[in-house]
Every structure is written in structure tokens, then in C-alpha cells.
């Protein structure tokens, strides 16, 4: 009796200790990588089917849907909800200042989760469609592949307020983007990891202008080359965009990390993580070694995917992703 009682006491720390730890320590555990394997065992293949469909389509579409899953996880954890939206009575992140005539790629999510219904109706989260969509995207435009974790459950609600105060600026100076990071979990190494996205993608004018007009730890003949598309007056020409990795904004590679040691990073945030600041010894070995980027890439990925979720009874399985049930 005595030994029983002292392994409940013991069990009762341990619980106590890790309701202590917050939300994310104890939910991650819960999130597998074969969630649906009897429940919806075509899933894979059906995302891949339609996120490659997409791709081929346009290629920016997989640097949309991998842009989607960050400023998902950044707000309250990767639960969907950036996938909500407005109605009269709710407002959601969609308009929020970094989403705002940027975020893209809900009509793919949307066309998949519709696949995904046919097949397995009131199966499959909104959230985890997103997360496998975002690697599917990664894959497809030439990148490494990971095992993603699934099982998570679809927020009832959003928040444009923390949209605005989570997600990283394109302005953004080292320290904050260490700081927005840290907040959700990552290190710093994961920041640099992750930032390396950007070797996909294009910006929009708005985001870019100052540092090529403005700044000095750019290189000339690129400022100037940038410059040809975004005119140096406010409002004029905010929306044409550019390519975050002028060598291969197609191709996920470590060509970013390469243009960042040239002083070709196009936002100020990009070229903040080789500036003569702690991250610049990180840039400079992703430059050199791609095995070393892909790896750690896929590490953040995951560690990013385990930000906050909805499990259990939380939440719930969306039948559409733009609103609830």
C-alpha cells in the first residue's frame, strides 16, 4: 500500500510539473505521424495530388501555402485559424497588417480539403491539411521531405490583434526576430532555418522599397536592379513584386543564405541575419553546406508544427476551412 500510494503521489508531480511546463510541452506528444492511417488512409497522396497540381500550375503557389503555415503557427499555435474568414459578426486574420494583400494559396487549401471530404467526411482537420500541404510545397520545388506530425483540430476563433503583434515585419532587426521566435519556442538557430524560406517566393514592393533605396549594407548592382520594378514614391507600384532569392525564387535551395553573404537579401529582415550580428556564422555554413540547411529546415518544421495545437475534444474538424461549423 504504502509503494502505491508513494507512485501516485510521484504520478501526481510528474502531471503537476507538466501542466507547469505550459501548453506545448504537454499537447506535442499527442500530434503522430500515422494520426489518420486507418481513419483516412489515402490522405497523403490526396494533399500531394492537388497541392502538385497547384505547383505546376504556378510554382509561387508552394511559397503561398508554406507562407500560410507560418502566419498560422505564429498566432495562438498551428490550429487554422488564418483560414477563417471575415464574416459580418467576426473578423479574422486574413487583413491583418502582415496578411493583408499578401497571404495567398486559400483556394488550394480550400480545393483540397474539398478532395479530402469526399474521402474522409469530418475527418481531417483544416490545420493539418495546411501542415501537410506546406511540406508537400517544400518537396515539390525541390526541397527535403519530413515526416509530418498530424492530429491537430481546427480553432472556433481567430485573432487579427495577434496576427499584427506575432508575426515577424519585413523590417524586423535581428533581435526582434530572435525575440518573435523565442516567443513561440524556436531558437535562434531555427529562426535562421526557417527565414531560409525564402528561398521560394516573391514580395511585394511595399516591403522592399526602403532597403533598396535606403539602406547601405546592399549590394549596388542589386539595389538598382530592384529598384526597376518599385518605383521610390509611396503608393506607386506597391503591389509589383520581386523575388526573395533573385537565383532561383522556383527552387528550394540554400541560394538564399548565399545572396544574404553578397548583400542580395531583399527584405531588411532577410539581410539583419548577416550583418555582423551572432546569426551571421549560421548564414555563412547554410552558404557552404545545403545538407546542413535541409536538415535543420526540417528539424524548425517540425518543432514549428508542434506550436500550440488543438487536440483532444478542442476545437473542432471543420467541414469548410473559411468558417466554422
Not at 29 to 48: D, G
Not at 156 to 180: K, Y
Not at 206 to 215: I, P, Q
Request: aromatic share 6%; charged share 15%.
Amino acid at each position: 500500500m504504502a509503494s502505491n500510494n508513494l507512485i501516485i503521489a510521484i504520478s501526481a508531480i510528474v502531471v503537476t510539473l507538466s501542466l507547469q511546463g505550459g501548453n506545448y510541452n504537454v499537447v506535442e506528444a499527442q500530434l503522430t505521424t500515422n494520426f489518420y492511417s486507418t481513419s483516412c488512409p489515402n490522405l497523403l497522396s490526396t494533399v500531394r495530388s492537388s497541392v502538385k497540381s497547384a505547383v505546376d500550375s504556378q510554382p509561387r503557389t508552394g511559397a503561398s501555402i508554406l507562407r500560410l503555415f507560418f502566419h498560422d503557427c505564429f498566432v495562438n499555435g498551428c490550429d487554422g485559424s488564418i483560414l477563417l474568414d471575415d464574416t459580418s459578426s467576426f473578423t479574422g486574420e486574413q487583413n491583418a497588417n502582415p496578411n493583408r494583400n499578401s497571404a495567398r494559396g486559400f483556394n488550394v487549401i480550400d480545393n483540397i480539403k474539398t478532395a479530402v471530404e469526399a474521402a474522409c467526411p469530418g475527418v481531417v482537420s483544416c490545420a493539418d491539411i495546411l501542415a501537410i500541404a506546406a511540406r508537400d510545397s517544400v518537396v515539390l520545388l525541390g526541397g527535403p521531405n519530413w515526416n509530418v506530425k498530424v492530429g491537430r483540430r481546427d480553432a472556433r476563433t481567430a485573432s487579427q490583434a495577434a496576427a499584427n503583434n506575432n508575426i515577424p515585419a519585413p523590417t524586423s532587426s535581428l533581435s526582434q526576430l530572435i525575440s518573435s521566435f523565442s516567443a513561440v519556442g524556436l531558437s535562434t538557430r531555427d529562426m535562421v532555418a526557417l527565414s531560409g524560406a525564402h528561398t521560394i517566393g516573391q514580395s511585394r514592393c511595399t516591403n522592399f522599397r526602403t532597403r533598396v533605396y535606403n539602406e547601405t549594407n546592399i549590394n549596388a548592382a542589386f539595389a538598382t536592379l530592384r529598384q526597376r520594378s518599385c518605383p521610390r514614391a509611396t503608393g506607386s507600384g506597391d503591389g509589383n513584386l520581386a523575388p526573395l532569392d533573385v537565383n532561383s525564387a522556383n527552387s528550394f535551395d540554400n541560394s538564399y543564405f548565399k545572396n544574404l553573404v553578397a548583400q542580395r537579401g531583399l527584405l531588411h529582415s532577410d539581410q539583419e541575419l548577416f550583418n555582423g550580428g551572432s546569426t551571421d556564422s549560421i548564414v555563412t555554413g547554410y552558404s557552404n553546406n545545403p545538407s546542413s540547411f535541409s536538415s535543420d529546415f526540417t528539424a524548425a518544421m517540425i518543432k514549428m508544427g508542434d506550436i500550440s495545437p488543438l487536440t483532444g475534444s478542442s476545437g473542432e474538424i471543420r467541414k469548410v476551412c473559411g468558417r466554422t461549423n
